[in-house]
């Protein structure tokens, strides 16, 4: 109605506006908004509108060499074992190990852009590797964020994943890292196979030179004597004295018979004295050439006996030598290693790192976890005062 003036009620408070009520909201809750919704608020909006996606490349495999001979503990490995795998944790684990190496690294820094695949303008800047030229220990710690080698001791299965801002990317290294571990596996193979070998093939050279050393000094001894075989030369020389001694045995029975019978002038006596003289310088001398003198046939049977026998004793240490080498290669042939690969790399095709939701709900925890440690605290301490 007009002209009527409503009574003014003095006793009702006015209403705060509704920005004041907020202030006052805001200072009250000060410490959890500034404790937990705040970073939380960050942390997602950093997540959903700037983090870069990351795609996941996996590849298994394992080493094994061809006289395996570890006992499996069960369940997969003794299925691999069945199939002729197994366990070779020192060869596997030092392939791990070479792969998240300095020397990884550096490799792929030079032959594969590895700097490059993460140091590029379509991650964003907390994800991305910030210097386009990083140091080797900035390079490989930012690897080891990315690059992952996990050893599993109850299969001997090997898993390596590789996280990169492109698909192409994290394929590649993949099939690189591989490369690498069977680049790797082949160079300790060389090298066992050289440490393994190269003491027998000296020993087999060392009875090799001994040996043709010794035939040397046999030919030596041949010229110098003029005789091919000492030994049959001797046998030859003593039949001829043991003939010369039959012989002479007999003309002198024959000589002793005569001289009962005839005189000692006659012509027929005197021809066989004669006959005996000769037999008995004969007798005399071969004997003398057999063992008589220093360069008597026998002292030349002894040196040669000798270099003969120790031909025989370095023959024997040849074929010792090398029927060590044979063993010596073929033991390393067998201890050979080699990489099967179990699961080839993969090509992704969906993101699934980073693992937003994950991560925001865990920071989330934490933050509250905190929160409410300080809270409890500083009521505690509060009350305390009181």
Known sequence: MQGIIEPVDLDK???PPVWEKSAQWVWRNRVFLTVVVIPSLLLAAYLFLVASDQYESEAHFFVRSADQSSTPTGGVSQVLSLAGGGQNQNEAMSVADYLTSHDAVQTLRREDRLVQRYHTPKADIVSRLWSADPTPESLLKYYRSQISVQYNTDTGITVLTVHAFTPTDSYQLAR???QLGEARVNELNSRSYADAVTLSQ???TAAEEALAANQERMMSFRQSRSDIDPTASGQAQLGLVTALRQQLAVAQAQL?????SIYPSSPQYRALSARVAALRAQVATQSARLA????AIAADIGGYESLKLRQQFLAKRYEAAAAALQRAREQAVRQQLYVIRVVD???PVK??????GRILLTAVVALMLIYSIGWLIAAGVKEHAA
């Open 13 to 15: 408070p006015d209403r």
């Open 345 to 347: 790399a993969n090509m």
């Open 176 to 178: 690189k890292l591989l």
């Open 202 to 204: 000296k020993q087999l």
């Open 256 to 260: 002793s018979a005569m001289a009962g």
């Open 351 to 356: 993101s699934l790192f980073p693992q937003r």
């Open 292 to 295: 008589g003198t220093d360069n």
